[in-house]
């Protein structure tokens, strides 16, 4: 499971010990949620039939997919299935491909998510032999579903204008400065990015 609230807090109490910019934000806009996906592949089959598309269409997606494969989804069955029936159900030609791939991982064992490396960039490296699955994706799937605490997605477009707004930086940071300014927060990246979040859109901030 994803980070726990107590996770978050005791995470960014450390942070804000060392960085008073970080203390300061949390007295205004408080503490963020858990954001918390289950672990499995089903987890990421969802992360591929959402790619590019609307919350609601993606939704539209699984229910059907859902209805032909049942709740489970079992990777074989949707091996099995043809392409037709899978395009009936909204999935591309591309992304029947991603969701192929991520299937076949599975079902051969080649891909066993129940007992990724505990090495984060280890596991990064597992997640993105799937199609359509790169380096956000795997980030994301580790800090919401396997709650690792030092995840730190530095290519997200709202951690870095979150983190620029937090620290109150007069320019959006790249992502190789967004790597660099929280280096000093580890083990405790994965709390600052659900908070970095949080303040994105916030009116507070």
């Given at each position: 499971m994803g980070l726990t609230a107590a996770a978050i807090r005791e995470g960014l109490d450390h942070i804000a010990r060392i960085t008073p910019a970080l203390a300061g934000a949390i007295g205004r806009v408080g503490y963020p949620e858990p954001r918390i996906q289950p672990?499995?592949?089903?987890?990421?089959?969802?992360?591929?039939?959402?790619?590019?598309?609307?919350?609601?269409?993606a939704a539209s997606v699984w229910n059907k997919l859902q209805a032909l494969l049942g709740e489970d989804m079992p990777p074989q069955d949707l091996l099995d299935a043809d392409f037709d029936a899978l395009r009936a159900c909204g999935l591309s030609r591309q992304k029947q491909g991603y969701a192929r791939?991520?299937?076949?991982?599975?079902?051969?064992?080649?891909?066993?998510?129940?007992?990724?490396?505990?090495?984060?960039?280890?596991?990064?490296?597992?997640?993105?032999?799937i199609k359509g699955i790169g380096r956000w994706?795997?980030?994301?799937?580790?800090?919401?579903?396997?709650?690792r605490p030092d995840v730190w997605p530095a290519g997200d477009l709202a951690v870095q204008v979150g983190l620029g707004k937090l620290l109150g930086l007069a320019e959006r940071p790249s992502e190789k400065d967004t790597?660099?300014?929280?280096?000093?927060?580890r083990p405790h990246r994965g709390a600052a990015a659900i908070f970095t979040w949080h303040c994105y859109n916030n009116p507070a901030m």
């Open positions: 672990t499995g592949y089903r987890t990421l089959l969802r992360t591929i039939v959402g790619q590019q598309v609307s919350v609601s269409s791939s991520l299937c076949e991982l599975v079902a051969l064992g080649t891909l066993d998510l129940a007992s990724l490396p505990a090495d984060d960039e280890e596991a990064i490296a597992e997640l993105v032999k994706s795997a980030e994301i799937y580790l800090l919401f579903a396997e709650g790597r660099a300014l929280a280096e000093a927060w």
